[in-house]
């Protein structure tokens, strides 16, 4: 393998402004992160350990194996909605007695843990991971329920939690839940429909209806624990399979559960044992990429710091220069890499891509897509050339590769790029952005000039004098809006991503997320749409 060089100037001006801008854009982030960390803030917290009960973060802590990492997915979901952030659930990738699984906590600080829109969306999104990484799943269940304000945004979506329960059951995925204190209405139906079910003796209290809504419908007068106690569950309806003295009792279930499973990974081992880390610091990540997204910056600098031994076999290095395609490892897994270089994909770059694709498919080769592209280029003469139908290829083989695909946004992905580099609507398995990227339809100074552009046809049309002063004003606003609403916290708060993630941890998030998707069948395409040529 060829061994990348890197000019990094770690005193050049340029270098220590966009180090900078980075920093700027993290301590953001560090401060979203503290807001989901803190759940339903001190007085709840102190409340819910005066109770002798853990928060959901000491629960994964005790349930994972001691010093071993813990991947926490869309940790800021909800960030600039009406809802706390976080969405009063934490979810991600743990591993227990040497199984990676994929870990569902309420956070019952937070409004006793209720579902809301974002919460939801959240759950659902963990739910896709376990399935499509074929992921034992483990739910440390303790929620009040739907968040009635919010019902009729969450009814009906919100029976897909369940299906998805059924779904992981019937494709050999098993489920566990581990019911720390209230599971009522539908939330009952998530230890219902689990394949291991753990209560907590006093604790857990399940039922689809409580003594209150019971007597109002029945006319009966019950209690909490005759109508839903984990005594009851265990000795009488059937419904908790073990029946724990307390909440670390039931970690210990749980872990016992995993254990028991007899659980081997489908997808081969890495072919590099002991992998060689990268030759250059993984610090000067944060100086690499441009603080202006318009400044392009070569990604080989960031693959020389996220590859093993920084080892990369590119392929047609003289052949569409404006996106870099090749061939490394990464934690000891084939990798094979697509990165943009210089942001414009033309034809040569769309036709390279899909060959790339074909070949990673064909190896069986799961592949990783480096964002930073502001779209495929326009133009008359690009356009003649059929910039359409070279940009579908590279779509059509994106859509239709089976590999597992990992992207990360580095910088800025826009328009039908967004697309051609697996974003989010492709479905790679999974999708991190760095905290200076940005994403939308196009640049904010594009969009309004384009709506300024139609505006003053319109107006040109009916034969009237365009406000030059409103003009200005609209510009401005949209640019606002559009700058905001294609931050990388923005839209990782709406669950576009898995998550905003510091450029230096890149290469440990993919590791543990390729380590992860060989859990399953790593397997390329048996075939192609068809391709117009």
């Known amino acids: 393998m060829t061994t990348l060089d890197s000019a990094v100037d770690a005193s050049a001006p340029s270098y220590l402004a966009n180090r900078a801008a980075l920093l700027e854009r993290l301590t953001e982030l560090d401060a979203a992160l503290d807001q989901a960390r803190a759940g339903g803030g001190e007085k709840y917290v102190t409340r819910h350990h005066a109770r002798g009960k853990l928060l959901p973060r000491e629960r994964i802590e005790l349930l994972v194996d001691a010093d071993s990492p813990f991947l926490e997915l869309s940790p800021v979901a909800a960030y600039g909605s009406d809802f706390p952030v976080g969405a009063s659930v934490v979810t991600g990738i743990g591993v227990i007695e040497?199984?990676?699984?994929?870990?569902?906590?309420?956070?019952?600080?937070?409004?006793?843990g209720a579902v809301n829109p974002w919460s939801l969306a959240k759950t659902r999104r963990a739910g896709e991971i376990a399935l499509a990484n074929r992921l034992p799943m483990v739910n440390l269940v303790e929620s009040a329920g739907a968040d009635l304000p919010t019902q009729a945004e969450i009814f009906i979506p919100g029976g897909r939690v369940f299906r998805d329960l059924t779904r992981l059951s019937a494709a050999g995925i098993p489920t566990v839940s581990v019911v720390f204190g209230n599971a009522t209405a539908g939330g009952a139906y998530v230890p219902g429909m689990s394949d291991h079910v753990i209560m907590i003796r006093d604790r857990s209290q399940v039922y689809l209806a409580g003594p209150p809504l019971v007597k109002m419908a029945?006319?009966?007068?019950?209690?909490?624990?005759?109508?839903?106690g984990a005594a009851m569950h265990a000795g009488t309806s059937g419904l908790a399979d073990y029946l724990a003295a307390d909440e670390r009792d039931g970690?210990?279930?749980?872990?016992?559960?995993?254990?028991?499973l007899n659980w081997r990974k489908q997808g081969p081992s890495p072919r590099t044992a002991v992998p060689q880390p990268p030759k250059y610091d993984p610090e000067e990540l944060l100086g690499i990429t441009s603080a202006d997204l318009k400044v392009p910056f070569d990604p080989r600098e960031v693959l020389a710091r996220i590859l093993d031994g920084s080892d990369f076999d590119e392929f047609k290095p003289a052949y569409g220069d404006a996106l870099v395609t090749g061939w490394g490892e990464l934690h000891g897994y084939p990798v094979g890499v697509l990165a943009n270089?210089?942001?414009?994909l033309f034809s040569a770059e769309a036709q390279k891509?899909?060959?790339?694709?074909?070949?990673?498919?064909?190896?069986?080769?799961?592949?990783?897509?480096?964002?930073?592209?502001?779209?495929?280029?326009?133009?008359?003469?690009?356009?003649?050339?059929?910039?359409?139908?070279?940009?579908?290829?590279?779509?059509?083989?994106?859509?239709?590769?089976?590999?597992?695909h990992l992207t990360?946004?580095?910088?800025?992905?826009?328009?039908?790029?967004n697309y051609g580099m697996c974003g989010r609507a492709y479905e790679p398995r999974f999708l991190f952005t760095w905290p200076n990227a940005k994403s939308a339809v196009m640049g904010p100074a594009q969009l309004a000039g384009v709506l300024s552009i139609v505006a003053r046809q319109a107006a040109a049309a009916r034969g009237r004098d365009y406000d030059e002063d409103s003009d200005a004003a609209m510009r401005m606003m949209v640019e606002q809006q559009i700058e905001s609403q294609s931050g990388a916290l923005f839209l990782s708060g709406r669950l576009y991503d898995d998550g905003v993630i510091?450029?230096?941890?890149?290469?440990?998030?993919?590791?543990?997320?390729?380590s992860a998707i060989h859990n399953g069948p790593v397997k390329g395409a048996d075939g192609f749409g068809v391709f117009r040529m």
């Open 502 to 514: 510091d450029p230096r941890d890149t290469r440990t998030v993919l590791g543990l997320c390729l």
């Open 353 to 404: 891509a899909a060959q790339f694709i074909q070949l990673a498919n064909a190896s069986d080769t799961p592949l990783i897509f480096l964002q930073n592209t502001t779209g495929y280029m326009v133009g008359t003469e690009y356009e003649q050339r059929g910039i359409i139908k070279h940009g579908a290829l590279m779509i059509n083989a994106v859509s239709n590769s089976t590999v597992p």
């Open 341 to 344: 270089a210089r942001g414009v």
């Open 218 to 228: 029945t006319g009966e007068v019950t209690d909490d624990e005759s109508l839903g």
């Open 98 to 112: 040497g199984v990676e699984c994929l870990i569902v906590a309420n956070d019952p600080t937070v409004r006793g």
């Open 408 to 417: 990360v946004n580095l910088g800025a992905s826009y328009g039908a790029g």
């Open 251 to 260: 970690i210990r279930l749980a872990r016992q559960c995993v254990r028991r």
